[in-house]
C-alpha cells in the first residue's frame, strides 16, 4: 500500500506566510491603516481579497506578483524532501491542504520545479479577474466550529481519503505535516498507524502536548513526531519506506 504526506504551505512548506510575503510587492511593504483594520477573527480569506484588491489598485501585475512570491523561502530541508516525494511516485501521494490560496502555491512549487512532488493542492481558490486583479473565493463551507469559516482541513482530507479509496488506493499510512492551530482539526483523524507531524516551537506541537497533558478524549491516535527540518522528516519518510 501506498504512503500518502499531507502538507500544510505557510511556516511548513515554505519558511514564512505568503499572504504576508505578498507585501513585498508594494513599495513600502506596507498596508493603509483602514485595511488593517478591517480584519475580522475567523475570516482572514476575505481580509486577504481586500488586501489584493488594494494591490491591484496600485498597478501591481500578477507577473510582478509572482515574482515576489518565488522569493519565499523554503524551510530547511523541504526542497530535498519534495524531490525525493517527486521521485517516488510510485510509493509515495502527496497533497498540499493549506488556508493560503491556489496561485501562491503553484507559483512557489513552479518557481522552485518542486510542483510535480505534488498530486493535488487544496486551497482557497485564486484567479485573475478582467481588471487584471487577483480574487480569492472560500475554498468550501462546512459546520466545524473548531476551523475558519473558509476551510475545514479534517474535512478535506476525509474527503481525499474517501475519494482514493473509492478509487481502490487505501494508504498503508498517512503522515500529516503542519504548524498551527488550524492543522489540530485534521489530525485528531489519523488512525494509529498514522504520523502527525508538528513542528517544534510552533502552534501545533503546544496544542497537541495540552491534549495529551489533559488525557483528553479528542487526543490525537496518530504517533506525533516532532520536526525542525524537512531532512527530518525526510529520514522519517526514508524509514517507513524500507520497512
Known amino acids: 500500500m501506498k504512503l500518502l504526506m499531507v502538507f500544510d504551505f505557510d511556516h511548513t512548506v515554505v519558511d514564512d506566510n505568503s499572504d504576508i510575503w505578498v507585501l513585498n510587492c508594494l513599495p513600502d ?18 481580509y486577504m481579497g481586500r488586501v489584493m484588491a488594494y494591490i491591484g489598485d496600485q498597478g501591481i501585475s500578477p507577473d510582478r506578483i509572482r515574482g515576489v512570491m518565488e522569493t519565499i523561502p523554503f524551510t530547511p530541508g523541504m526542497t530535498d524532501l519534495l524531490t525525493f516525494i517527486a521521485e517516488s511516485k510510485s510509493a509515495v501521494d502527496c497533497i498540499v491542504v493549506s488556508d493560503s490560496n491556489t496561485l501562491f502555491i503553484d507559483w512557489v512549487l513552479k518557481g522552485a520545479g518542486l510542483r510535480a512532488a505534488v498530486d493535488r493542492v487544496f486551497s482557497n481558490p485564486a484567479s485573475i479577474n ?13 459546520n466545524c466550529h473548531k476551523c475558519p469559516v473558509n476551510m475545514c482541513k479534517r474535512k478535506v482530507l476525509e474527503g481525499y481519503l474517501s475519494e482514493r479509496a473509492e478509487a481502490g488506493v487505501e494508504y498503508g499510512r498517512v503522515f500529516y505535516v503542519g504548524d498551527g492551530g488550524n492543522d489540530l482539526c485534521p489530525s485528531l483523524c489519523l488512525r494509529g498507524q498514522d504520523a502527525v ?4 516551537g510552533f502552534t501545533l506541537e503546544k496544542l497537541l502536548a495540552r491534549l495529551k497533558a ?12 516532532v520536526w525542525s527540518s524537512g531532512t527530518e522528516i525526510l529520514q ?8
Not at 478524549?217 to 513526531?225: G, I, R
Not at 522519517?236 to 520497512?243: D, F, R
Request: glycine letters at 4%; proline letters at 4%; a positive charge.
Open 197 to 200: 507531524m508538528p513542528r517544534k
Open 29 to 46: 511593504q506596507t498596508l493603509p491603516a483602514s485595511i488593517k483594520a478591517s480584519y475580522r477573527d475567523g475570516h482572514w480569506t476575505e
Open 130 to 142: 478582467e481588471a487584471g486583479h487577483l480574487e480569492l473565493r472560500h475554498h468550501h463551507s462546512h
Open 214 to 225: 489533559q488525557k483528553a478524549d479528542s487526543s490525537a491516535a496518530a504517533k506525533v513526531v
Open 236 to 243: 522519517q519518510l526514508k524509514q517507513c519506506l524500507q520497512a
